[in-house]
């Protein structure tokens, strides 16, 4: 049972266009989330996160948007750049265990120049 | 961020045989968490490693087949036991502070031949 779903495999995008990253999620009790960034032969790398209590967070070229009536959530990156492909991990976690997180299944992003 | 160096990066061992991974960490942390990543799958949170005390794992996961150890706050390993070929993963260690995001190291890539 997938708890954190991210359902696009792979996302390509032409350079200094938007990319737009989607994960969903099912259980209730998760109330803050992450995105990781990962390239190969190297661990995830934090990149932004949010609380359930708001529903944007913006850092830099950087955006999440959290549903949570839809328990879904979204990383917008304005504009994509070269450097953003990676691998893209959602992750969620519950207030009373803020860091032991459940990964999605990850988003393979490619950048074209 | 805490500097979190893993060690092996990588190995290929005979199955059967058992591995520690050690991750030594460069500043005292209240949290780490042993991760796994197996080949095309997402990071599945294996237990967390308590300091002074037996790891909590989560389930699915057993003391016997993956024993840990935290002698401090800025060291731990995780012994992957008897392996088999289904063990080949890669395998994350993770730390937190309290209220700040989970760090990782850029994991140990083992193949079980």
């Known amino acids: 049972d997938q708890q954190v779903k991210q359902n696009s495999p792979s996302l390509s995008v032409q350079e200094g266009r938007i990319s737009i990253l989607n994960c969903d999620y099912t259980?209730?009790?998760?109330?803050?989330f992450l995105w990781y960034k990962k390239y190969p032969a190297e661990g995830p790398t934090f990149l932004i996160s949010i609380s359930s209590i708001k529903d944007k967070n913006e850092d830099g070229r950087f955006t999440v948007f959290l549903n949570k009536s839809a328990k879904h959530l979204s990383l917008h990156i304005v504009p994509s750049q070269p450097g953003d492909s990676a691998v893209y991990f959602c992750a969620a976690s519950d207030g009373a265990a803020v860091n032991k997180l459940t990964f999605g299944g990850g988003t393979r992003v490619l950048v074209k120049p | 961020s805490a500097v979190i160096s893993q060690k092996p990066s990588r190995d290929i061992c005979q199955r059967g045989t058992s591995l520690t991974i050690q991750c030594q960490v460069d500043?005292?942390?209240?949290?780490m968490f042993w991760y796994r990543q197996q080949p095309g799958q997402s990071l599945t949170l294996i237990a967390t490693a308590n300091q002074g005390s037996e790891a909590t794992y989560e389930s699915g996961f057993v003391i016997d087949k993956f024993p840990i150890s935290r002698p401090n706050l800025t060291f731990s390993t995780l012994t992957v036991s008897n392996m088999s070929p289904e063990d080949s993963s890669i395998y994350l260690c993770?730390?937190?502070?309290?209220?700040?995001?989970?760090?990782f190291g850029q994991g140990t890539r083992l193949t079980v031949v």
């Open positions: 500043s005292q942390v209240t949290m």
């Open positions: 259980n209730s009790m998760f109330d803050y």
């Open positions: 993770s730390v937190a502070q309290q209220g700040t995001e989970a760090f």
